[in-house]
């Protein structure tokens, strides 16, 4: 397994390996991961989506060393990011991870300025590049008039972009973003996701996003569903609806497709000439005469 994933992260960014996550409540166990497995690319912008208690935002916690799991395995560059001591961890986020949250976490007394300014002077940086840096992220995302404003002073959508701004102030590798518009309408979620598309085009930024909105979610290049714990299937720009085989050989079907197919619990597995064919399996015996006209047992 370890020369496997050596492999992987000399192709992917981000290696995300048979990730498991209990938690205690009282006297019950709450599993909010199953064995998770994904991987993500350089420069790639991710959406990964599911109802609330899916799992999305503990794997979102993990993936910015903000929670560890309970098994498995996280890469990132090649270098585990879940057996990350406290101070290693804090230096991971602050390093590598920018994260915008629901919630926009601004200094209500500070301009949209010296909020993007703020992250950046407490990494020690000079005076001068901080400010040249923050004025070009502000006025990337369309808020040059907006400098000297302080959040009171702004919408929700110019807020939530200065959040965008002020979490790639420090230049992360990987932007993490949890329901960030989930206090938005529509038109003004439009914005936000248009402005961190653009932050993902414009410097090259991997981009992992969760939502709960089908609408926000397409507007990365690639969609995971998450339901119970699992990924449950995913949606590509080119190729549409994929689902992903996880490192044990275990395919999840979404539901819509498996209701569509009329599939149920148990399904015949055939190898053609054109992949594999996956059908309900028929008590009639439909399938047995199937097998036999084509030699198989």
């Given at each position: 397994?370890?020369?496997?994933l ?10 995300v ?16 991961l ?19 208690g899916s ?10 060393a903000?929670?560890k799991p ?34 926009g976490?601004?200094?209500?007394g500070?301009?949209?300025?010296k909020?993007?300014?703020?992250p950046m002077?407490l990494a ?7 400010t040249e840096?923050?004025?070009m ?5 369309g808020?040059?008039h907006?400098?000297e ?7 929700g959508g110019e807020?939530?972009r200065v959040?965008i ?14 329901e ?5 309408d529509?038109e003004t ?7 961190l ?10 981009v ?8 926000v ?11 119970d714990?699992?990924?449950?299937g995913?949606?590509h720009?080119?190729?549409g609806d ?9 395919m999840?079907?979404?539901?819509t497709?498996?209701r ?10 055939r ?22 006209e084509n030699?198989t047992?």
């Amino acid at each position: 397994m370890s020369e496997n994933l050596e492999e992987l992260s000399e192709e992917y960014k981000i290696v995300v390996r048979d990730l498991m996550k209990v938690y205690k409540r009282g006297q019950k166990e709450v599993i909010a991961l199953r064995g998770v497995d994904f991987e993500v690319n350089s420069g790639e912008f991710l959406s990964i989506i599911g109802p609330s208690g899916s799992g999305k935002s503990t794997l979102l916690k993990m993936l910015g060393a903000l929670d560890k799991p309970t098994a498995g395995a996280i890469l990132y560059d090649g270098h585990s990011v879940t057996t990350l001591d406290d101070r290693r961890s804090m230096l991971y986020r602050r390093q590598k991870v920018g994260f915008v949250w629901q919630i926009g976490n601004l200094v209500p007394g500070l301009s949209a300025l010296k909020n993007v300014i703020l992250p950046m002077k407490l990494a020690g940086a000079p005076s001068k590049p901080s400010t040249e840096r923050a004025t070009m992220l502000l006025e990337t995302l369309g808020l040059s008039h907006r400098l000297e404003h302080k959040p009171n002073q702004l919408s929700g959508g110019e807020n939530q972009r200065v959040a965008i701004c002020v979490a790639l102030a420090n230049n992360p590798e990987l932007l993490l973003g949890d329901e960030v518009t989930g206090e938005l309408d529509s038109e003004t979620t439009e914005i936000v996701m248009e402005a961190l598309r653009n932050t993902n085009k414009e410097f090259g930024t991997t981009v992992i996003n969760v939502t709960h909105n089908p609408k926000v979610a397409e507007y990365a290049d690639r969609v995971l569903r998450i339901r119970d714990g699992l990924i449950e299937g995913q949606k590509h720009i080119l190729y549409g609806d994929i689902t992903e085989i996880d490192a044990k050989g275990r395919m999840v079907i979404p539901e819509t497709v498996r209701r569509l197919a009329g599939l149920g619990k148990r399904v015949v597995l055939r190898a053609t000439s054109e992949g594999l064919l996956i059908s309900p399996l028929d008590t009639s015996g439909e399938n047995d005469n199937y097998n036999n006209e084509n030699g198989t047992n």
